[in-house]
Structure formats: structure tokens, C-alpha cells
């Protein structure tokens, strides 16, 4: 019901900065949360940070005071990433939640490296 589409993923050095950006589209509940999950190679997916309609954040420690996860609108979610590791390479996805039904986008990768 709901489609997500991603962009802003890439290669960057360490130090560096990256925007991820996603955009929801279909059956859109006001009420939602969309956040930011990622996958590195031999691990399981975890969050990054998630926001919900009323702006309420949550952020991975890891992440936390790096990363800012923001809202143009109900249906678009972006995670600026600041500081960038080479422990932040993973694919990311975009994540959409509401009324017990969640969304996932295609995944974007992240490379952080010299």
C-alpha cells in the first residue's frame, strides 16, 4: 500500500557528510513513524533513528549527535549524516509504520571510506 523511495546514498570519505532523503507514497495514515534502519554484512538490520508525526526522535546510540533524522512532511523523511565512520557502511532503508503495517524501500548503500 505504501511505496518509499530513496535517494542521497554514496560514497564518502571519513569525516564526511551525507543526506538521505525518502518519500512516501500511497495509502498514507497522518498518524506514522518513519525512521532510518541499516544493515552492514554479517549483521542484523538495526535502527538508526526514527521520527513520528509529531516530531518525536529517537536515535541510535552510535549515531546519536552525528546524525539528525527530520520531516518536510508526513510523507517525506531525511537523516543528514554528519562525522561519517567506516563503521557507518551499510545499506540503509527507509522504513514506514502506521495502523500496524510497516513499509520497506529498496535500501540504499552507504560506503564511508578513504
Known amino acids: 500500500q505504501v511505496q518509499l523511495v530513496e535517494s542521497g546514498g554514496g560514497l564518502v570519505q571519513p569525516g564526511g557528510s551525507l543526506r538521505l532523503s525518502c518519500a512516501a507514497s500511497?495509502?498514507?495514515?497522518?498518524?506514522?513513524?518513519m525512521g532510518w534502519y541499516r544493515q552492514a554484512p554479517g549483521k542484523q538490520r538495526e535502527l538508526v533513528a526514527v521520527v513520528d508525526n509529531n516530531g518525536f526522535t529517537n536515535y541510535a546510540d552510535s549515531v546519536r549527535g552525528r546524525f539528525t533524522i527530520s520531516r518536510d512532511n508526513v510523507k517525506t523523511v531525511n537523516l543528514q549524516m554528519n562525522s561519517l565512520k567506516p563503521e557507518d557502511t551499510a545499506v540503509y532503508y527507509c522504513n514506514y509504520e502506521s495502523g500496524g503495517l510497516d513499509s520497506w524501500g529498496q535500501g540504499t548503500q552507504v560506503t564511508v571510506s578513504s
Open positions: 500511497g495509502s498514507i495514515f497522518s498518524l506514522n513513524r
